[in-house]
């Protein structure tokens, strides 16, 4: 079982950037990915990219290509936000599985952060 602490989110202006952290521990396989995740109010979790530690593969929903990158140093992965926009105003959760390959599905994860309120607000 991964365990995973975020850190970073607030509040930021519109156009103004921020880069997300989860730090991953327990690993026990040589390899892991992780996802990063959103959600608002009465709307399902939604998928923004993830990594495969293998390889350092990366995948991207629609919705985070252009504006969102992740990456990972070491046992941290990041998720950096560009352009932030007020719709990008939800809780960001990382999640962490043991499998080679990386998914931007919530379903494919069994452990997850504690999540971090992202607000983009003037």
């Known amino acids: 079982q991964l365990q995973l602490v975020q850190s970073g989110g607030g509040l930021v202006q519109p156009g103004e950037s921020l880069r997300l952290s989860c730090a991953v521990s327990?690993?026990?396989?040589?390899?892991?990915?992780i996802g990063w995740f959103r959600q608002t109010p009465g709307k399902e979790r939604e998928g923004l990219s993830c990594?495969?530690?293998?390889?350092?593969s990366t995948k991207y929903a629609d919705s985070a290509k252009g504006r969102f990158t992740i990456s990972r140093q070491a046992n941290t992965v990041y998720l950096q936000m560009n352009s932030l926009k007020p719709e990008d105003t939800a809780v960001y959760y990382c999640a962490g599985s043991d499998q080679l390959e990386c998914y931007v599905r919530p379903y494919e994860y069994d452990d997850w952060g504690q999540g971090t309120q992202v607000t983009v607000s003037s």
């Open positions: 327990g690993v026990i396989r040589s390899y892991y990915s």
């Open positions: 990594i495969a530690s293998s390889d350092d």
